[in-house]
C-alpha cells in the first residue's frame, strides 16, 4: 500500500532533505510540494540534485487538495507552521519539523520564542517527536512536534543518564559545535561563505538558546524535579553535522553501560566501546546517531560525546521516521542509508 | 537470487563506496573484503561511517576463498591491481576499478604508466567500462575495466559530438577541476587539508596526465582518426566532484542537440537545457552525470561542461553499474540514491 | 610627511582590506571611514579583526569634511559608485575600487553594465588602474579606475603576450577560477556557506561576464585591432583567490620569455621557471601575483597560469600601489607582507 | 641594529611562519635556514608563498656556523630539540618552539613524553615562554621555552582567574576546538583533506593530551596548590585558529573585571566588552587574542572564550615577541600585523 504525502516549506534544506530520503522509501509517494515563495517553479529549479526524480511542480500551500493525502510534513519557519496548521484539516496527520509543538506549556514557549502560541490547543495535543522515547505516543498521534537538532543530540546523549540516576543534575555541561545548515538557507551575513569558512566561534552563550526550553522541559520530567543545564553551541565550517560534547558527573563506566543499555536495540543509535569517539563525518547523510563515552582522568566525571547530521536525525531523518510509525510501516523504512564518507 | 561478491582493496575510498552503494543493493551480499596492510580488522574499526553494516571483518587477498564468489570488485592500486587478477581463478568475474586494464595496447599502457604490463593477454581480454558505451560487451564480459574518473566525465562531454562529428577535432580543449579524493587516500604532503584547504592549482599540465591515454584511444577510435585534446586538471579544495569545462568548435546548438539525443535514455546522464550549466555539488554522493551547454559570444564555439561524483559515477558507481550488467540485475540497482545537497 | 585618506564604503570585504593594509603603511593615516548604511558603529563592531587599530567610526559620507583629505578611496558598489565620486570635491585625488571607470567608452560601459553612465566626463578622464601598465598616467592621474579582479589576473598572464604578437589574437582561451570573496558581503542564496561549500561551478558562461569589457577595451588598444577572447569564470568554495588558465596558441619557450623579460623589475609579479605552475594558496594574503608557463603536449601551444589575490592584488591592494604612486611615496610601501600560508 | 637570526626546522608550519613575520621585522636578519630533510632546496622550492623574499638555502643544523648568530629560533619536533639543542654553543641564546623545555620537572617530562628528558640541566635553566605571564625572565634568558598552543590559549582564559581567586579551582572545564595546522606538516592518515574536511571530532579525550603538563604545572604554581582542570580538545575543519571554551565557577562580572584589568595594557590580548563572545577568524594570521565573558543563565557561573591563531600567537608569533625582549627590541617589532579576514 502506498502512502501518499504532502510537504509544505519544501523550498528549505529540510524539505529537500525529506525528499531525497522519500524518494528511496518504498511505500510512499509524494503528492504535493508546497513552497509559497517559489510556487510555480520546478523542484528541480530550485534543487538541481533532485532533477532526476518525478516530482510535483510547488504550488502554494493553499492550492493543495488534502482529499487523499495520507500524511503532510510541515517544514515551515517557527511561528508560521502553527498558523499553517492551524488551518489544516482537523482530521489530517501532520508531523511538524518547526519549533512551534516541541514546549507543552503555553508560557514556556512564549518565554523562549517572544510570542503567545496562536494554536494553544494543538500544542497540547503534539506529541515530542524524540522517537526513541516516545515510539507509542508517536503511533497513535494526530501531530507529532520534530524535536531541535541540537535539542535531539543532546537528548541522546543524557536522557538515559538521567533517568538512570547515575549523573550529578545540578553539573551538566553540554558544549555543541554545529554545521551551518541548521541554520537554514535564509540569507544572513554571518551564514556567507566568505564570514563562515575557515573560523568557528560560539553563539547564544550563557542559556539563551531556545533550544534550552526543549532540555528543560524533557529533563525535568524525567527527573521529576527542575533540571537545568549549561548549554553553549559553537557553529563550525561544515554544512552537516552535530558534535554534543557532554561533561558529566558520575562514573564513567556506569555512564557507559546505561548508554549501552538503553540503545541495544536501536536500530539508529550506535554506542561505541568504551573509550571511543564519534565524528560527524562518519555520520553525515544518514539517520545514525553514534555515542562516546570517556572517563575523564579526575575520578568521577565522564565525558560523553554523540554525533549526528543535523538535517537527517536530528531533523528530517527523524521526521520519516516518525512517519514510518503513523502510517504503520517499517521504522526504519527509507532510512538506512549509509553514512557519505569522504 | 542473491550474487556474492568480494572486494579486494577494501580499505581505500572506492572501496568504502562500493561497500556503501552495495549495502543498498536488492540482491548482492558482500562475501569477502580484503586489504592486506588492514588484515584482521573489522571495517568499522577502517571506516566508523560504515559501522552499522553487518560486514566480514577484512581479510588478506590470498585467505578468499573465491569458490561461490560470483564477481570480484578490485579496488587496489594500479600495477599492484594486474599483478593480483592475473593470480584470480581464471572463470572469476572481475570488475576492476584500477588503471591498470583501461589501455589496450601494451605500448600505450608502457608509454603512461612507465612499466610493461604483466598480464598482457588479460589487458586485451578486458572491456573498457564507460557504460552507456560499452553496454553489451560488458554484459558478456569476463573482466571489465573502470575508467578514470577524469576520463569518464571528459568522454560523456565530449565522445557524441566527436562521434556526430559536429565538432573540430583539431581544437578540443577541457580544463578540468577535480575534488580530493580523486588521489585516494595515500598520504603525500600535497593532499594535506592544510596544504589543500583554501587553495587551489592546476597540476600534471602539459599533457602528461595519464588519464589522457584513455582519451587518445578513445576518441582516436570513435574518429577514425588520431584525436589529441589538450587537457589541464586542477586540483579544488572538496571532496568530492569533477567539473569538466570542454572548449569546443562547433555550433553551440548543434552540441546541445547532440548530446540530448544521445543520452535521451540513459538514467544517469542528464543534459541540462541549453544555456544552463551543472554543479558539482548537485551531484555528490550520487551515480548522476549533469552535462550543460552555452554558446560562446564568438560564433562557432560552444562551452560544453560535465558533472559527476568521481567515487560514484567516476568510480565505484560505474564499477557497480557494470556488475549489474555482468549479473544480469537491473543496472540501476543500488544507484539510484539521490544526490547529498547541501 | 603623512597623507591623510578617507574610505567611502568601508563596511564591505574590499574596504576592510584597505583598512588591514593601510595599517602597516609608514606615512598614511586613515582620516574618515564611510559607510552609510552602518553609519555611527565603531570600525570593530563591523569588522572585528581590526578592533586592535585605532581608527575612526563610520560616518555617511556627505558628514566628510574633506578638507584635508589628500586621496579617496571609493570601495562603493558600481552605479553607486559614479554618483557619488560626480558629487567630490573636484580637486579631490581619487582612487575608485568599483566598475564605474574602467570602460573609457560610454558605449561600451551602457553595453555592460546596462545604464547609461552618470558622470561620462569623469569617465574619460579616468585613468585604468593596472599599475604596471599605467605607471606613469597614474602618477599623475586625479582619478584611477581599479581593474576588476579577474580582469586583472587575465592582462597579466595576457598583455605582454598580446603586445609581443607571439600567440594567436583569435584564439584564445581564459578558463578562470575565483574564491567567493570576490562576490562581496552581499547577501545572495548562492554566496551561502552551505551552498558553495564542497562544490563548484561555472557561471556566466559564454562571454556575459562583465569584464570581458575590460579585456576587450585593454587587448584591442595593444593589438590595435578588435581582440576577442573565451572567458568562462568558475566559482571555488575558497575563499580568496583568483586562478587563471589560458590556453593560447604560440611558442611555449617565447611565451615564457616574453612574460620573464616583462616582468622581470616588477616587485610584485614572479614568473615561475619554466614548466612550474602557481597556486593560490602562495599569494593568499598578499599583494603577489604569480605566472607559470607550460608547453602542451601539441606543438604551438602553451599554458599560461596566474595566481593572485582577488582582494589584494586583484583590489584593495592595487589601490594602494596606485595611491602609492599619486602620493609621491614608494610604490611597495604598505604592500610587502608575505602571503599567509597554510 | 641588526640581529641575525638563525631558523632550526625551517621547512615545517611554525618555521615557515616565522620567517613570514620576520619578513616586516626592521632589525632581524635571517642569516641561516636548517631542515636537515631538504636541505639544498630552497625555500621558494619547499614554501612558494615566500619566493619573493631574499632567502638564504636550506642547509642541514651542522653545516651552520653559529659565530655571529645573536639568537636561534629552534622550530624542530619534540625530542629532536632537546638533542640538538645539547649540542648547540652554550652562550646561543635559543627560543625553542618545542615542547622539550616547557616542563620544568623532569619527572613530569617523562610522565607526559613517555622519554626521559636528555638534557636536563637545560630543561631546568629554561625560562617558559608565555610572555605576558614571564617578561622579565624572558627578557634575560638564555633558553626560552615557547608554550603549546592549547596550552597558551587556555591559560590566556584562565591565568588571571586562578590569580585572583574568583573561580572555583576544583571544577575548571576547557572544551577547546583547534584548526588543522596544530598538527604540523606531517602525513597522517587523518589529516589529510579528505579526511579532515566537513567533520569534526573530539580527540585525546579524558585528560590524556601533553598541554595538560603545562595546564598542571602553571596552574599549580599559581594557585600554590595542586589544580587540575578537565580539558578536551576537537579537530576542526579550519587550517588556523583554536578557540578555548571555558566553563567556570565564579561571578560572571567579576571574571570579566579581572580578565580585563589583568590584559588592560597588553599590546595583543583583547578582552572583549561583557557578554561578546570571540571568533578564530577574526584573529586569523595575528598576534592577536581575544577573550569574551558571558554570565551562564545558572547564577555563579561564567563561560570565559579565548580565540587566537595557533601558528602566530600560539607559536611563531609568541616565539618573536619573546626574541624581541631578549634582543632589547621593541616587543611587538614585527608582530602587529591585522588579522586577515575573509
New interface residues.
Given amino acids: 500500500m502506498t502512502h501518499k504525502i504532502a510537504i509544505l516549506g519544501a523550498s528549505g ?1 529540510t524539505g ?1 532533505e525529506l ?2 530520503l522519500i ?2 522509501h518504498p511505500s510512499i509517494e509524494i503528492a504535493a510540494l508546497a513552497a509559497n515563495s517559489k510556487a510555480g517553479q520546478s523542484m528541480a529549479a530550485v ?7 518525478d516530482l510535483p511542480d510547488l504550488v502554494r500551500i493553499e492550492d493543495i487538495d488534502f482529499t487523499g493525502i495520507d500524511l503532510c510534513f510541515c517544514a515551515l519557519p517557527h511561528k508560521t507552521s502553527q498558523e499553517v496548521i492551524a488551518a489544516l484539516p482537523r482530521d489530517l496527520r501532520i508531523v511538524d519539523l518547526s519549533a512551534d509543538f516541541r514546549l507543552r506549556d503555553p508560557a514556556d514557549y512564549e518565554k523562549w520564542y517572544g510570542n503567545p502560541h496562536a494554536a494553544v490547543e494543538m500544542q497540547q495535543e503534539a506529541v515530542y517527536g524524540l522517537t526513541e522515547f516516545y515510539r507509542d505516543e508517536i503511533r497513535s498521534a494526530r501531530l507529532v512536534a520534530g524535536t531541535g537538532c541540537n535539542a535531539a543530540t543532546g537528548q541522546y546523549v543524557l536522557r538515559p543518564l538521567i533517568a538512570a540516576g547515575v549523573i550529578d543534575l545540578d ?1 551538566i ?1 553540554l ?1 555543541l ?1 554545529c554545521g ?2 541548521g ?1 537554514g ?1 535564509s ?3 554571518n ?13 547564544a ?4 538558546h531556545r533550544h ?1 526550553g526543549e532540555f528543560d522541559q524533557e529533563f525535568s520530567a524525567i527527573a521529576g524535579r527542575d533540571v ?1 543545564i ?1 548549554f ?1 553551541p ?1 557553529l ?6 552535530i ?1 554534543a ?1 557532554g ?1 558529566v558527573k558520575g562514573e564513567a563506566q556506569t555512564v557507559h553501560d546505561v548508554l549501552a543499555k538503553a540503545y541495544a536495540s536501536e536500530p539508529f543509535i ?1 554506542v561505541l566501546p568504551f ?1 571511543e ?10 539517520n ?1 546517531c ?1 555515542i562516546g563515552v ?5 575520578a568521577g ?1 565522564a ?1 560523553v ?1 554523540g ?1 549526528l547530521d543535523n ?1 537527517t536525525k536530528g531533523s528530517s531523518g527523524q521526521a520519516l521516521q516518525n512517519a514510518n510509525l503513523i502510517l504503520g510501516e517499517e521504522e526504519t523504512a527509507g532510512l ?7
Avoid at 551564514?191 to 553563539?203: D, I, P, V, W
Wanted: a positive charge; hydrophobic letters at 40%; glycine letters at 6%.
Fill in positions: 534544506y529537500a525528499v531525497r524518494a528511496t534543487f538541481p540534485h533532485l532533477r532526476h526524480l553539573d555541561i558544549d559545535k551551518v545548515s541554520a538557507r540569507l544572513k551575513e551564514l556567507l561563505h566568505a564570514e563562515l569558512s575557515e573560523g568557528y566561534h560560539a553563539y552563550l550563557g542559556g539563551t534550552l537545568r549549561q553553549t559553537h563550525i565550517p561544515a554544512n552537516r553535522g558534535l560534547t561533561y550506535e573509550g569517539a564519534p565524528s560527524t563525518r562518519h555520520v553525515r547523510g544518514s545514525f553514534h570517556t572517563a575523564d582522568r579526575i566525571r565525558i560525546v554525533a538535517l538506512m542509508l549509509a553514512p557519505v564518507f569522504p
